[in-house]
């Protein structure tokens, strides 16, 4: 009896183990901790993706005429939005979702082609598509980060190449924000980058704002 309880413990430090080595694990359950004490009305805008949605702490801000729940976190791609779909989009019943995601999957080891990520782009809308058939989804374009000048070609075919898929998709838009973040000459604009220069200060989510604005739904 002994033995058998021992190894049920084992197994349970196992399993507690291997769910505590998943990516972006403690982020997931700081949103589980959140939903407990106080979980979400329904019928917000869901903002789902990667860094440059976790920095955005005041995103409510920017769109007070809107509810907006943000579940970005860490650096993720687009796998772990999938991955952790049961616990960052299933549990909330949102009226629209907005994605931002793609950037780092270009960041992995040897890169990806541009078509992989329009894959898990369609990928993670089909999956979505299971719980919320009618949901509307906004996928918000790669933004040309000065840090990742060596990324761009393949962003911004993605980027291409997901416009297209969405047009073929009911209930899916797509928002450019990547032209706006440039100057006339084609250069990116410095000033509205943090010291990284990767993720955003306030000019650039100034610059978000007004681009996104007109596609969340009232």
Known sequence: MKARLLLFFLFFIFLQTQAQNKPFYNEIQYFKKQDSSSFPPKNTILFIGSSSFTHWKDVHQYFPKHQILNRGFGGSSLPHLILYAE??????????????CGENDFTAQGGIAPEVAVNRVKELIALIRTKYPKVPIAYISMKPSPSRVHLLAGMKEANHQIESMLKTMK????????????????????????ADNLHMNAKGYLIWQKVIEPYLKK
């Open 87 to 100: 616990d960052i989009i299933f549990p909330y019943h949102p009226k629209q979702i907005v994605i931002y």
């Open 171 to 194: 209930k899916t838009s797509y928002i450019n924000v990547y032209d706006a973040m440039l100057n006339t000459d084609g250069s990116i604009k410095q000033e509205i980058f943090l």
